[in-house]
């Protein structure tokens, strides 16, 4: 690992520490450099908050500052070059007067998108774009399919018996309550799935028999935006003002919150949509021991020729 790699990694490092708390806006992390040593840190703690750069100046000590001029900064995510709810960020790098300074990788967003990168340079600093890309495009993945997919991150979840049913068949709610596959660390992790997400969607079947709260009652967290999808209007489903209905996958209605990540957890019809239409990023699985020997079968899934990630946790 190069120099560059090693304090790319720390600045990615301190990035997540925002993962719960930074959406819509990325999760980034700064690292400053003098002579070896790291003599300020920082990252985008909150949404509408200081971002990394910000934090990290603000980081380095009195006796430091006089330093900024001959140091190099580290940061994952191209510096913002325009006016939002914080001032931008590549103009304090300028003011300061980085003379290098290191990205991970550029930012989507059409506001910035190679901006920042050109004011740093018009300025005279040297900037190196690309150290650690890969991963620090991996982290905001959401951030980025929203911004070059124009659609949310769509997170697929179910989980399953050992012999491949997701709940035994219940025509209402007079059957009873669905199969529970879940242990308390799956269902603990589900709840950190759901934090991580920005809007969470079932369909109208599993909206009417189990009427599930779908919060993140065992993580701490924002609870998202739910939807239900149905060919029903909001009325018919007697849907409080707190869900949405969408009517279908590609209904305007879906992204009406501009949501960039969005949890799908069934049950399989709805999920076996997102598969055949191709709309999924990821995916999500229980697998029990549970033993059901009938019921309503689980979505099938293929080998992914575009090596999506596909995820199985044994409960």
Request: hydrophobic content about 35%.
């Amino acid at each position: 690992m190069t120099e560059d790699e090693r304090y790319m990694a720390r600045a990615l490092q301190l990035a997540r520490h925002g993962e719960l708390s930074t959406a819509p806006n990325p999760m980034v992390g700064a690292v400053i450099v003098h002579d070896g040593r790291i003599i300020g840190e920082g990252w985008h703690r909150t949404y509408g908050g200081p971002h990394a750069e910000v934090n990290a100046v603000r980081s380095v000590s009195p006796k430091d500052e006089p330093l900024l001029k001959d140091a190099t900064i580290y940061v994952s995510l191209e510096p913002c070059s325009h006016w939002g709810k914080t001032p931008p960020c590549a103009e304090l790098l300028v003011e300061k007067g980085f003379r290098r300074v290191v990205v991970g990788c550029e930012d989507p967003n059409e506001k910035v998108a190679g901006r920042g990168i050109r004011r740093l340079r018009d300025a005279g600093a040297e900037v190196v774009v690309g150290v650690l890309e890969e991963e620090c495009r991996w982290l905001n993945r959401k951030f980025f399919t929203f911004h070059t997919l124009h659609r949310p991150y769509i997170t697929l979840k179910w989980a399953q018996s050992a012999d491949g049913f997701i709940d035994r068949r219940r025509g209402s709610r007079d059957d009873g309550e669905p199969v529970r596959f879940s242990n308390s660390w799956t269902q603990t992790l589900v709840h950190r799935l759901r934090a991580l997400h920005q809007a969470i969607l079932v369909g109208r079947r599993t909206w009417e028999l189990d009427s599930p709260s779908l919060t993140t009652r065992l993580w701490p967290g924002r609870s998202a935006e739910r939807l239900v999808l149905t060919n029903r209007s909001a009325d018919a489903l007697s849907v409080p003002p707190q869900e949405v209905a969408c009517t279908q996958l590609t209904d305007g209605k879906l992204w009406h919150v501009e949501a960039q990540s969005l949890l799908v957890e069934g049950g399989a019809q709805t999920l076996q949509s997102f598969l055949d239409a191709d709309l999924w990023d990821e995916v999500f699985i229980e697998q029990s021991e549970i033993v059901l020997g009938d019921g309503i079968k689980a979505p099938e899934i293929k080998i992914d020729p575009k090596g999506r990630p596909i995820h199985v946790n044994f409960a």
